[in-house]
C-alpha cells in the first residue's frame, strides 16, 4: 500500500484544516487508518486512528477539535483540524495497516505502512 498526503499548510490559531491521505496498490479495503505527528526533536505523537471497520481513538490533546473519517470508495483517510493552536505545528502522516489492534493504535511501531508527511503550521 503506497499512501499519499496532503493538505497541510499554514493558518492562524483557531483556524481549520483537512488533510488527507489516499491509499494506492491495493484496495483500502480492511485496512485501518491513522494519523500521527512529529516535531523536530520529538518522537512521533499519536493523533487519531480508525481501526477496520470504524472504531475511532484519539489523542487526548485533540479530543473535541480533530476528527477522523474515511471514504472507502476514494481510498482516502481524512483528518478534519479545527480549532487549531500553535500547539498542532508538525508534521503530519498517515498510516496504515491490515492487522493492528486497537490498544495498539497509538504505537507508531504497530503501522505497517506510512505515507510522507505534510506540513502543518499554525501561526499566533
Known amino acids: 500500500v503506497q499512501l499519499q498526503a496532503s493538505g497541510g499548510g499554514l493558518v492562524q490559531a483557531g483556524g481549520s484544516l483537512r488533510l488527507s491521505c489516499v491509499a494506492s496498490g491495493r484496495t483500502f479495503h480492511g485496512y485501518s487508518t491513522g494519523w500521527f505527528r512529529q516535531t523536530p526533536g520529538k518522537d512521533r505523537e499519536f493523533v487519531a486512528g480508525?481501526?477496520?471497520?470504524?472504531?475511532?481513538r484519539y489523542a487526548d490533546s485533540v479530543k473535541g477539535r480533530f476528527t477522523i473519517s474515511r471514504d472507502n470508495t476514494k481510498n482516502t483517510v481524512y483528518l478534519q483540524m479545527d480549532s487549531l493552536s500553535p500547539e498542532d505545528t508538525a508534521i503530519y502522516s498517515c498510516a496504515a495497516s491490515s492487522s493492528i489492534i486497537y490498544s495498539n493504535l497509538g504505537v507508531p511501531s504497530a503501522w505497517n505502512y506510512w505515507g510522507q508527511g505534510t506540513q502543518v503550521t499554525v501561526s499566533s
Open positions: 480508525i481501526r477496520w471497520p470504524g472504531s475511532t
